[in-house]
Every structure is written in structure tokens, then in C-alpha cells.
């Protein structure tokens, strides 16, 4: 299939939701945007990487696949089905939307080297969100408090806690303090210190995981009843495209030069030099 032209594009947006698409102009830092957005979203974070295509919330389309291969890897085979799939070019898109960390050193280098790339040619934003927070994002709990888990390997956890902000219909998580890696041990004592007994809800793709930490907690004598875990989806992209068309509402975008990963965790080079995190 050919190239797909800007007019065609926008042609096919006109066809598929009734209205001609308004948001055609070179993004200016700190602007927000307002319109119909078309989105393209990708998570490069975990083996289980996703690439997704939205108009505003609404997910036009997503494809992923899970297998021990690098997401890295992979994710061109699935960028070329999935504009295919849809009839569009990348210079249709308005905003991309990319996983900017915690995860796989590797699939975060690639994923931000492609939208850094793409970001620039087109002149459009970048919004960069936390994997952790699009997992908090699909909680279907109403809690106040959402504590976001994702394997870290190695024996560790990611997690962050974020709290429930404004009206429901916001859609808002804030971050509280810092996104963390840290091993089941020491997110259980996490727990223990800020006392969440209830108010609070675990989410995560991965409910195993979580279920060493709660067993933990009752071998120490604390009941872990009380602290709800829903298991979440680990396909991500949907969910990012959805986080960044809130950052877009706010203007809370970035572009090419300044988007940047946040590893959470140091790389093996970072520790072998530096040793012990407080050295």
C-alpha cells in the first residue's frame, strides 16, 4: 500500500467521526489543544508492548503481542500493520503519546528515539507518561489512594502512589512523592509506614506479584483483607493515548528535544560505578 496523504488522512477522519478534524496546526510548548486529536500512542516499557491509535479517549485501534522477544524488536512490524489497518500516516497524527519509564532500558531507548524522531519531522507534542500511571488509570475502584505495582524483575517492584484528584469526571491522578523500585520486602514496609489500611486500592497486571508482598504483611501480623487488588490489563498504549489527551486538554506537553526516560531504577553500568543507591 502507498504512502497515505495528509488529505486523505483527514478525508478518512471526516468520514469516520462526522466532523473535519481541527487541529492541523505546528504545536507551540505549552499550548493546549483543543479538538479533535488524533493520537498515537505506544508502550515499549515491557516484552508485552502495544502500539494504539485514538481520536480524543476513543480507541480506534491497538495491537500488541506477548512473547519473551524485545518489544523493541517488534514494534515496526506492528507500526506498519497497524497504520494499515487504519488508512493513515504518521503525519496525520496530532499528538503522540509514548511510556516514558519505568521498564526495560532497552524498550524505553527505542520507543523515545522513534517518537523523538517522529515528533520532530511533523512538528507535533509529545505527551510522556508513566507506565505506573497508566496502570493506576484503569482501577475500577473508586479509592481515593490507587498504588500502581508492575514487575521490575530481578526480585523487584515498580510502584508509585497516586491519589484521586478534582471531580470524577476529571479523570486525575496525582502523584504522591516518587516512583519506586524496591523488593517485596521493602514495599511491604512501604505499606506499613504510611499505615493505608483502607481508602486505598492495589492495581496491577500482575496480582501474583502482589500476593507475596500481602503474605508478607500477615506474617508480620498485619491483616491484608482490607487492601483491595484489581488486576488490570498490561497492554498499555490505549490507556497512554487516553492519559496524554488529558495532558493535552492541560497543556502539559513536551517536545522532541526535552522528552526523557525516567528509569526509576539505575542501569547495571549506573551501579557498578556508583555502587549502593547512597554511596
Known sequence: MGRTTSRESLRWAKMKFGRSARFCRVWQRNCPIIGLVLIFALDTSSPCGSLAVLRDENVIASVSTWTEEAYSSRIFRHLEFLLREVSLGLNAVDLFAVVAGPGSFTGLRVGLAAVKGWAEVYGKPIAAISALEAVAAQARSTAPVVIPVLD??????????YRRAGSADQH?????GDERVATPEEFAAELRARNLHS???IATPAPEIVSSVMARRDGAGESS???PVDRVSAILAPHVGQLG???????????ALSLDANYVRRSDAEMH???????
Not at 524483575?153 to 502512589?161: I, S
Not at 486525575?172 to 504522591?176: A, F, H, P
Not at 489527551?245 to 517536545?255: F, K, S
Not at 560505578?273 to 554511596?279: M, N
Open 172 to 176: 486525575r491522578l496525582v502523584l504522591e
Open 273 to 279: 560505578l556508583k555502587g549502593p543507591r547512597g554511596s
Open 225 to 227: 483483607a482490607a487492601i
Open 245 to 255: 489527551y488529558l495532558r493535552a486538554q492541560r497543556g502539559e506537553l513536551t517536545d
Open 152 to 161: 521490575a524483575r530481578r526480585g523487584q517492584v515498580y510502584f508509585g502512589v
Open 199 to 201: 481508602g486505598i486500592v
